[in-house]
């Protein structure tokens, strides 16, 4: 167990996102937080290990082929829950837990105090993992026994049906995700809610934005309840605006633990939440606290009944903090004119403008989750509420409507992240959406203003507003300045290439074959070679192969060759009789090594069919292709001449690139550079390898960092030798996306291209150009003959 005070939010590893960062403020800031341990990811993977669990999970996920078969995934992951909360939790661990809730009581001079249980995962928060509010908190616990029960149910919930299905999409494994369990005093709120640094409604960064409702926040977070919003300017610390709907229930503790819905009195449901002073001490809090972060801020806070107003969670802000930064122009302000001004379609109703953009479609008004597999791409989801559960469905709409919600509440976060227009709380702006539209009409939803208008409203949906309902598409407010070094996009699923199009991306840095595989063809390519369809694999790699090098023409779309392990291939249909078993498949036959085998020669080859036909066929000439895991300048040979016999032959319109990420292919450079046109470093293999640290492995997951001076230096001298023969280098791992400082050291090293994940993009696109001005700077000031290992001085 570790205490608040010990943990910093660099301890996610140890302890997730939720309860590293409630450490953080409690060690490094002066808001009052209320005091409480974590328990360990070590915790968690010593119980998956001791009662077996680990295995028994492991054998339920791999008949869970597809995740999108709703009933298929809440079968598996109720017997996984059901294992997890059944088994006897191990006699040293529960003595841990138990003897950490008695020490909580010493220190607080209470007998079984009550608490909040907060599950907290150790891939929460993260840039390329955010799996946030997937699993199940407990609020009002106390007593030994009940507190050591909910933390097993905390590690349980790591397999809701919700969190499974984000991380099965994700290509994330169960066995990177570890759970840790924050037991928190409990703070008895009778006012609760949620506060941004940022107005998540157009990115204004001067104010500070607070929801509150009556009783415990879940309301609030939930969407149940609308909340009361203020607005707060932060220079001059005053209210600017407040809109105060009706909150006619609250979620209320009950004195023998537990939690209860209850009416509020009329007068009061109707009445503001906070007064002036307490709106404003909470501004405070969250200029503080954005000021220490560095970054914008999405935090919780509740009211006790003594007036005392507590911080209870604090973590980065993933939206707007993704799309600006401080020195941009400011968001113009929303438009207020009267309706016909704009159109003149009928307008059937309004609501708060969650996520900005416009778009038009037919209405699909759905009451009850289990009906989610019901609705269509395209179509405008119209319910209640929404909930992790609807994620689903809500990746398919065109829009999103909800009765209730705040800014806050989970429609409003999951839309923005989604780039989804999105309009809440309609009935606290006089009717419920559920009541007024009606399944199969069409509407247009203006979430730039909040109004819904009745059938296709040309005049909103006119071409410089929205050329074709991209919520992707940059808005004309948004400048990215053109840059030296070229920042790409990593990609994987073909169906979302329309949509990221528009971002400011100069082409595709990292397609990923393995994800056709996975997601359309789901058969060993030998193994249909065998019975008869070679086609199939053919057919299906050039349809979505071509849909992102269509999508993103005419700029470049690099195409990374299939890089699965043994048992990744091994399970795709027929795969068992033609793959090993490899006790370090990450090691084995994989890239570059099954190729020219004899046993592999005809899959590969139908991967060359397919590039030809998207090339030829289908006249994409801006696809390239690239080499992953190239151990020996031999390999490269033998895959270049066995391309070149099939008909691809390098040339100045088709490039052969080489995955960077073992260190031969740095030592040997010029030796490689005779096939190929450039590289990509893949930094996480080129870690791994280089610091002989398996990056699969949580017993040292610690010492694996690309920031490493070593990693720095190869990089460095792979950049070197790839421009004296006229090479380009590129980096596709992760490190752009998590570390800046990490992007400045590329640039200055003279990188040519970065390629980052779609929600990365404009970020390190403004990144980039920031460093590339710092560095023009540093040369003139003479401090440019630094060396660019030390950028950071």
Avoid at 263 to 276: F, G, Q, R, Y
Avoid at 321 to 341: A, H, I, L, V
Wanted: hydrophobic share 35%; with cysteine; aromatic share 8%.
């Amino acid at each position: 167990m570790l205490w608040f005070n010990d943990l910093r939010r660099k301890d996610v590893n140890l302890v997730g996102g939720k309860s590293s960062s409630l450490g953080e403020l409690t060690s490094g800031t002066n808001v009052p937080v209320p005091y409480g341990f974590a328990t360990t990811a070590a915790g968690y993977r010593h119980f998956m290990k001791e009662t077996g669990c680990n295995d028994k999970v492991n054998a339920l996920l791999k008949t869970l082929k597809d995740p999108e078969d709703s009933d298929k995934l809440h079968r598996v992951c109720s017997k996984i829950r059901k294992i997890m909360t059944s088994v006897k939790m191990p006699d040293d661990l529960a003595k841990s837990i138990g003897d950490a809730y008695d020490q909580l009581a010493k220190k607080m001079g209470q007998n079984e105090p009550f608490v909040a249980i907060r599950s907290s995962a150790t891939a929460e928060d993260l840039p390329n993992a955010s799996f946030a509010g997937e699993q199940d908190s407990y609020l009002n616990v106390h007593g030994r026994d009940n507190v050591i029960k909910k933390v097993q149910q905390c590690y349980a919930s790591l397999f809701t049906d919700r969190a499974t299905y984000y991380r099965i999409k994700a290509k994330f494994p169960q066995e990177k995700v570890a759970l840790s369990a924050a037991v928190q005093m409990m703070v008895f709120s009778k006012v609760s809610g949620i506060m941004f640094s940022v107005n998540v409604a157009n990115g204004d960064d001067t104010k500070v934005m607070i929801e509150a409702v009556w009783g415990l926040g879940e309301y609030a977070v939930q969407g149940t309840v609308t909340p009361d919003d203020y607005i707060v300017d932060k220079k001059s610390m005053k209210i600017v605006d407040k809109t105060i709907p009706s909150k006619n229930i609250e979620l209320v503790r009950m004195p023998n633990g537990g939690v209860e819905q209850k009416n509020v009195p009329e007068k009061m449901a109707k009445s503001s939440v906070l007064n002036d002073k307490q709106i404003v001490e909470l501004a405070r809090y969250a200029e503080e606290i954005e000021k220490h972060y560095g970054c914008y801020m999405d935090m919780e806070w509740a009211l006790d009944p003594y007036d005392k107003l507590w911080l209870v969670q604090a973590r980065p802000e993933t939206v707007w903090s993704q799309r600006k930064k401080n020195g941009d122009k400011k968001p113009e302000e929303q438009e207020q004119g009267s309706d016909t001004k704009a159109t003149n379609n009928k307008v059937l109703l309004k609501g708060l403008p969650a996520s900005p953009g416009v778009a038009t479609g037919t209405v699909h008004v759905i009451d009850d989750p289990k009906d989610i597999s019901k609705f269509k791409k395209g179509e405008i989801l119209v319910t209640l509420m929404t909930s992790p559960d609807w994620v689903p469905a809500m990746q398919k709409a065109a829009a999103i409507v909800t009765n209730n919600g705040g800014m806050t509440c989970h429609a409003a976060i999951v839309s923005r992240e989604m780039q989804i227009p999105c309009l809440v709380g309609t009935s606290s702006r006089g009717n419920a959406a559920t009541k007024i539209l009606r399944t199969g009409q069409e509407v247009t939803i203006d979430a730039k203003n909040g109004i819904v208008y009745q059938g296709r409203a040309e005049n909103i949906l006119k071409p410089k507003e929205k050329a074709a309902n991209s919520a992707t598409a940059a808005p004309a407010a948004e400048y990215f300045p053109p840059t030296a070094t070229r920042v790409m996009m990593n990609l994987g699923d073909p169906d979302l290439a329309e949509k990221y199009a528009s971002l400011p991306a100069d082409g595709i840095g990292l397609m990923r074959e393995e994800f056709l595989w996975t997601t359309y063809i789901h058969k060993h390519p030998l193994y249909l070679i065998e019975t008869g369809h070679p086609e199939y694999v053919v057919n299906e790699l050039a349809n979505g192969i071509s849909k992102v090098a269509r999508a993103m023409a005419p700029r470049p779309v690099v195409l990374r060759f299939s890089d699965f392990k043994s048992s990744e291939y091994r399970n795709l249909k027929g795969g068992d009789k033609f793959e090993p078993h490899e006790s370090a498949d990450l090691l084995g036959w994989r890239g570059a090594s099954r190729y020219y085998d004899p046993k592999y020669l005809p899959a590969f080859k139908l991967e060359l069919q397919a590039v030809k036909k998207v090339r030829n066929e289908y006249g994409l000439k801006n696809l390239n292709v690239m080499i992953p895991f190239c151990r020996t300048v031999d390999e490269a040979r033998k895959v270049t001449d066995i391309m070149r016999e099939e008909g691809l032959v390098r040339s100045a319109d088709f490039k052969v690139y080489m995955m960077a990420e073992i260190p031969s292919n740095i030592i040997l450079a010029d030796q490689f550079d005779q096939f190929i046109d450039g590289y990509s470093i893949g930094s996480n293999d080129l870690t791994m390898l280089i610091l002989g640290c398996d990056r699969n492995n949580d017993v040292v997951a610690h010492l694996f960092d690309e920031r490493n001076l070593a990693v720095k230096r190869v990089i460095r001298h792979l950049i070197k030798v790839a421009h004296n023969d006229g090479k380009t280098v590129s980096i596709c791992g992760q490190a752009p996306s998590e570390y800046p400082e990490f992007t400045e050291f590329l640039v200055r090293s003279g990188i040519d291209y970065v390629s980052v994940n779609p929600d990365m993009v404009k970020q390190t696109k403004l990144n980039v150009a920031h460093f590339e001005q710092r560095i023009m700077l540093d040369k003139a000031t003479g401090l440019g003959k630094r060396d660019p290992e030390n950028y950071n001085w």
